[in-house]
């Protein structure tokens, strides 16, 4: 009987060191695989959040990302829609939503650029981090570039879709009641910030749909860099 047991111990020992060395050899990714899954993770992202922002309603029906009238100027939107110009109002909200789907296609050669200079210290930090991990990093590398570049697009957004000029009737007409204090939003700028906000926003979802479904894994690297956590 005890020699029936080590005969079956042996066996398991050897089944077990086997396995585990074959697991070693399986799932051991090189930085450079890592770096190279990261970079994909988020192309994929960028590439599919700018769409998604870039076609129409993809702000105006999105409400995670639906650019509000100024939250500075909400008393001025109260009046107006007591006053009958509600539907002025709404037009123009519809119309800022139209600006920022108009310029959300300008940001992905921004993006690109950022994940060029990605190191391999910044892949190991991200792979390992939290869930939004890589929209922070990108978030970092991008966001100043974007507001420069992405800014003046906004404006002329805002101008070709005719948000500028309802804008300007709205506080035209706001600003002539008697004793209001006149609005004094910087549209381009607020446009500006919450559209890049609304942007961030879809690569961190395209993030974690990458981070924890493996439907999401579209490439060979995305599945054996992310399958491998």
């Known amino acids: 009987m005890k020699k029936q047991l080590a005969i079956i111990g042996s066996v398991l020992l050897i089944f ?6 074959q697991l070693t050899t399986t799932t051991t990714l090189s930085d450079a695989e890592i770096t190279q899954g990261l970079k994909e993770a ?10 998604n922002a870039h076609k129409v309603d993809g702000y105006f029906k999105n409400v995670e990302i ?11 939107e109260t009046t107006l829609r007591g006053l009958g110009f509600g539907s002025l109002v709404d037009e123009f ?3 800022l939503n139209r600006a920022a789907e108009d310029a959300a296609g300008t940001a992905k050669s921004i993006f690109i650029d950022a994940l060029t200079k990605m190191t391999i210290v910044d ?13 922070i990093y990108l978030r970092s590398k991008t ?25 300007l009737t709205l506080t035209t007409t706001y600003n002539n ?10 549209l381009p700028d607020y446009a500006t910030t919450k559209a890049l906000d609304g942007l961030f926003i879809l690569i961190a979802d395209q993030e974690l ?21």
């Open 66 to 76: 639906k650019i509000p009238f100024p939250p500075d100027a909400e008393y001025a």
């Open 93 to 95: 909200v519809l119309k």
């Open 16 to 21: 077990c060191f086997s396995s585990c060395d």
């Open 42 to 51: 988020l192309r994929v992202g960028t590439d599919t959040s700018t769409y």
């Open 209 to 229: 749909k990458i981070r924890t479904d493996p439907v999401a894994r579209v490439t060979d690297i995305l599945q054996k860099v992310f399958g491998h956590k």
């Open 123 to 135: 892949a190991l930090s991200i792979l390992n981090g939290a869930n939004n991990a890589a929209t």
């Open 177 to 186: 009641i008697p004793l209001v204090t006149p609005i004094n939003t910087d």
């Open 143 to 167: 966001y100043d570039s974007l507001k420069i570049i992405f800014k003046p697009q906004i404006d002329a957004s805002l101008s070709s879709v005719g948000a500028s000029q309802t804008w």
